[in-house]
């Protein structure tokens, strides 16, 4: 554990260190560009839809990400809520409270994340993508100093637009899903775990670039020289001599290398790697491809679905079907608008961050090319001009600290400690249907068991059925996905959504953080590969090359001898 004296409150309220999706201190690139843009699409997308959630604030202390909740009408000061009758007066005499109430309300009578859904697929997403190609396009190796500097900023620009997008479209892939589990256990007593298996399928970007993938492996198949170009054992060569060929061969790998390799594939940050830096990975899944998916559950979703429904008293099944449909219509964002979005526009922006560290590494200023992740936006830019910025030392010294310390390191708190918000039964019509909706959503990212007694068994949350044994391939370092094998279980701390570069390889994925709705389950319940997350501490007790068997549907992993 650091030093507590390190960690001041970054303001008011009790803030809790994020350890479901960014487990390590961040970049001091990262650093500057999150927080503000992240808070902001957060405000933005609850006041859209009328949430008594105000907005999450995000700060970093001494490199770690810390968030505190800020309720409508809360002050910032608050440790909890008021008392109930006080509370409930606020809910009749806050002006914005009032507001939010009707906003709420015309949220569900309309179905406003039906307009924002048709607003990502007709404007955002097109809008970004050509953003981001123009970006991808450039050409950093030809550019003078001055050149870049110019397209560092348009990358730390597209970087922040593409935070403040994923959290303004927060509520939009929160709400029909959480409202629609939410009715699901009041109506049968079913818990999400046994509920969400029926989205498989309504989330095609969670399996990333598989379309570029297969039809990659199906014309590699049937190219007896292309087939013998993936046999080599050098991965490098391999992927350069295939995006070599003019034929249909490099046509195809091209479209590949170019949607998957270019996104962050290791988690969220700049620091963190693309699946273009590990070839031997890309290799591995145009192998695994061609060989037929790892894993793979024959989990019927449409008998699962059957069989909810049977259980939903009678006069209720036609709001089961049109809950179910909203919810399937919007499951999709929560992954696209990070795999559009954020993950695309820090993986360009990690190119040019180390197209710069190079020339700075060349000229002395770094002791290496990937230091420069540890630059601000400016210091980067001046240095790249000759001027002052960071010292070799200094960023080297920065790196170091982010890749030997993770959350653990750091106060799970700061400012005290936290309490539950106000119950959804001081709410009343649509304003407690979207805080239910909200809970249950954020409960299901966010969850983390505590760790058991330690036995021959781990356990966690069944995040996505079906029963596998294997042998365990512990991840913690990015550069360690490359040792991921067909048919092997992966074991990681948490994993982002651009982790599903590894699930055409992958028997199975179990995690330390996230329920049930973090993007480990998400991506494994679209795969069909059996899944249990949020355990607590499989990474300390698994170790890398053991066998184990693990269950997605009961949520247990067994040690094997």
């Known amino acids: 554990m650091l030093d507590a004296s390190a960690f001041p409150a970054p303001g008011p309220g009790v803030w809790e260190v994020e350890s479901t999706h960014i487990l390590r201190p961040v970049s001091r690139a990262m650093a500057e560009v999150f927080p503000a843009a992240a808070t902001e699409g957060f405000r933005r997308g609850m006041a859209r839809y009328g949430l008594l959630l105000d907005y999450m604030e995000f700060a970093v202390v001494n490199r770690f990400v810390y968030l505190c909740p800020r309720g409508v009408g809360a002050p910032k000061g608050a440790k909890g809520p008021p008392p109930k009758l006080i509370f409930k007066a606020l809910t009749h005499l806050h002006p914005e409270i009032r507001r939010r109430a009707r906003t709420i309300a015309e949220t ?10 048709i607003s990502w697929d007709s404007e955002h997403k097109p809008a970004i993508a050509r953003e981001n190609s123009a970006l991808q396009a450039a050409d950093t190796r030809a550019m003078t100093d001055e050149h870049l500097a110019a397209h560092l900023r348009r990358c730390f620009d597209a970087a922040r637009r593409s935070i403040l997008t994923h959290h303004s479209f927060n509520p939009t892939a929160m709400l029909p899903v959480g409202d629609f589990l939410v009715h699901v256990r009041e109506w049968t007593g079913l818990a999400p775990t046994e509920v969400l298996p029926l989205f498989r399928g309504a989330s095609r970007v969670s399996q990333g670039a598989i379309e570029e993938l297969d039809a990659l492996a199906r014309v590699v198949s049937a190219d007896a020289g292309a087939m013998t170009t993936l046999a080599s054992t050098d991965p490098h060569a391999v992927i350069d001599a295939l995006i070599a060929r003019k034929d249909p061969v490099g046509v195809a790998a091209r479209l590949y290398v170019d949607a998957a390799g270019v996104r962050i594939a290791s988690g969220y940050d700049v620091a963190d790697v693309t699946l273009a830096e590990m070839p031997e990975l890309l290799v591995a899944n145009i192998r695994a491809a061609i060989e037929g998916k790892a894993g793979r559950t024959t989990d019927d979703v449409a008998a699962r679905e059957s069989s909810i429904r049977d259980r939903v008293p009678g006069p209720h099944r036609n709001t089961f079907d049109e ?11 929560r992954d696209e608008r990070t795999y559009f979005n954020d993950l695309w526009a820090f993986g360009i922006a990690r190119r040019a961050i180390l197209a710069a560290g190079m020339r700075l590494a060349a000229k002395g200023m770094l002791q290496d090319a990937e230091h420069a992740v540890e630059l601000t936006e400016a210091e980067i830019v001046s240095m790249l001009a000759g001027g002052r910025g960071r010292s070799s030392e200094e960023a080297a010294a920065d790196a170091q600290f982010r ?13 005290g400690t936290p309490s539950e918000p106000p119950p959804a039964e001081w709410l009343t019509g649509a304003a407690a249907r979207g805080a239910r909706a909200t809970a249950i959503v ?10 058991d007694a330690v036995t021959s068994q781990v356990t966690g949350f069944a995040a996505s059925p ?14 360690d996905m490359g040792r991921v094998r067909k048919g092997e279980i992966l074991i990681t701390r948490a994993t982002a959504p651009s982790y599903n570069a590894l699930l055409p390889l992958l028997g199975g994925i179990v995690t330390d953080r996230g329920g049930t709705l973090s993007h480990a389950a998400v991506v494994a319940r ?9 355990t607590g501490d499989a990474t300390e007790r698994i170790r890398d090359g053991m066998r184990i068997r693990i269950d997605g549907s009961s949520g247990t992993v067994e040690l094997l001898p």
């Open 466 to 479: 079906g029963l596998v044994s294997g042998i365990a391939r512990l991840v913690l370092d990015p550069r």
């Open 403 to 415: 890749v030997t310390h993770t959350f653990r390191d750091a106060p799970q708190f700061l400012g």
């Open 526 to 534: 679209e795969y069909g590969i059996p899944a249990v997350v949020g």
């Open 323 to 333: 809950l179910l449909n909203e919810a399937r219509l919007t499951y999709r964002m």
């Open 442 to 451: 954020l409960g299901e990212m966010f969850a983390a068991r505590s760790r």
């Open 108 to 117: 569900f009578a309309t179905k406003r994340w039906r307009q924002d859904v």
